[in-house]
T-cell receptor
Framework: GEDVEQSLFLSVREGDSSVINCTYT??????LYWYKQEPGAGLQLLTY?????DMKQDQRLTVLLNKKDKHLSLRIADTQTGDSAIYFC?????????FGSGTKLNVKP | GAGVSQSPSNKVTEKGKDVELRCDPI?????LYWYRQSLGQGLEFLIY????????KSGLPSDRFSAERTGGSVSTLTIQRTQQEDSAVYLC????????????FGSGTQLSVL
C-alpha cells in the first residue's frame, strides 16, 4: 500500500528557513499536498503541487518535488512563531489521500 | 456552509455505549472522507463517500464502526459498543469530487471513552 514518511520533529529559530521533508512510495500519485495543523484544530491546506511540476512557490512557501526519488519538501522562509504547528505531507491517488504522521515544527523566538 | 462542520466538538462516553459523530461538508462537495487521528499519530483513513454511496470502506477498523450519508450532504459515523482504544480525534473532510483536488477538513470530534 501507499506509505508516506516524515521526520517527527524540527526545531528552528525565528527568522530562519525551515525545510520539512517527506518521502512517498506511490509513483502514480497525481497531487501532493502540505497541510498544517494547529493545536485543537483540523488540517488546513497550505499548498499543493501537481505531480508533473517540480517546484511551486507561494509567498513564503516553496514546494520542491523530486519525482524520481519520490521526495517532497516544504520550505518556509523567514519562519515565525505562528508557524509552529504540525505539518502533514499527503499524496493523492485517484480518490484516496494518504497522509504522513506529521512533522512537529517548533519555532524558537 | 462556509466550511466543513463537525459536531460535537468533544464527546466523552462510557465504554460499551454507542456514539454518533456528525459531519456537514462544504455545500456542493460530493466527496466526503472520515479519518481518525490518535494521539501523536498521523491520519488513519476510515471511509470515503461519493454522493451517498461508499465505494471504499476499507479503513473501518471493525464491524462496530459504520457510516452513512444522506442527501449527498450530511454524514454520520456511528461507533457501537465503544472501547477505550476508540478514543481519538475523528476528522471529516470534503472535496468537490470528480477530480476536485483539494481536501478541506473540519475541526474534528475529540472522542474520549472512559
Amino acid at each position: 500500500g501507499e506509505d508516506v514518511e516524515q521526520s517527527l520533529f524540527l526545531s528552528v529559530r525565528e527568522g530562519d528557513s525551515s525545510v520539512i521533508n517527506c518521502t512517498y512510495t506511490d509513483s502514480s500519485s497525481t497531487y501532493l499536498y502540505w497541510y498544517k495543523q494547529e493545536p485543537g484544530a483540523g488540517l488546513q491546506l497550505l499548498t499543493y503541487i501537481f505531480s508533473n511540476m517540480d517546484m511551486k512557490q507561494d509567498q513564503r512557501l516553496t514546494v520542491l518535488l523530486n519525482k524520481k526519488d519520490k521526495h517532497l519538501s516544504l520550505r518556509i522562509a523567514d519562519t515565525q512563531t505562528g508557524d509552529s504547528a504540525i505539518y502533514f505531507c499527503a499524496e493523492r491517488n485517484f480518490n484516496k489521500f494518504y497522509f504522513g504522521s506529521g512533522t512537529k515544527l517548533n519555532v524558537k523566538p | 456552509g462556509a466550511g466543513v462542520s463537525q459536531s460535537p466538538s468533544n464527546k466523552v462516553t462510557e465504554k460499551g455505549k454507542d456514539v454518533e459523530l456528525r459531519c456537514d461538508p462544504i455545500s456542493g462537495h460530493t466527496a466526503l472522507y472520515w479519518y481518525r487521528q490518535s494521539l501523536g499519530q498521523g491520519l488513519e483513513f476510515l471511509i470515503y463517500f461519493q454522493g451517498n454511496s461508499a465505494p471504499d470502506k476499507s479503513g473501518l477498523p471493525s464491524d462496530r464502526f459504520s457510516a452513512e450519508r444522506t442527501g449527498g450532504s450530511v454524514s454520520t459515523l456511528t461507533i457501537q459498543r465503544t472501547q477505550q482504544e476508540d478514543s481519538a480525534v475523528y476528522l471529516c473532510a470534503s472535496s468537490l469530487g470528480g477530480g476536485g483536488e483539494k481536501l478541506f477538513f473540519g475541526s474534528g470530534t475529540q472522542l474520549s471513552v472512559l
